[in-house]
């Protein structure tokens, strides 16, 4: 758990280092592809949004890194 919770901080870290931001456009689409692989039912946008904004962040991030 504690290593899970340095590595998570860490990771926040660099983001917020980067500069890497998202925007509300870069949620809906991600969200709307996630509505489309599963059946249809309810989502809860508002729930989902934090973990989206993160899954968001951390990809451009190994982006980033990866291209230098």
Do not use: H, T
């Amino acid at each position: 758990g504690e290593k899970r919770i340095k590595i998570r901080l860490s990771l926040q870290y660099l983001i917020k280092e980067e500069g890497i931001k998202v925007d509300d456009g870069e949620i809906q689409g991600e969200f709307e592809q996630i509505k489309a692989m599963y059946p249809p039912k309810e989502f809860d946008e508002g729930k989902m949004k934090n973990q989206l904004a993160n899954r968001i962040a951390l990809r451009k991030l190994f982006e980033r890194v990866l291209a230098n």
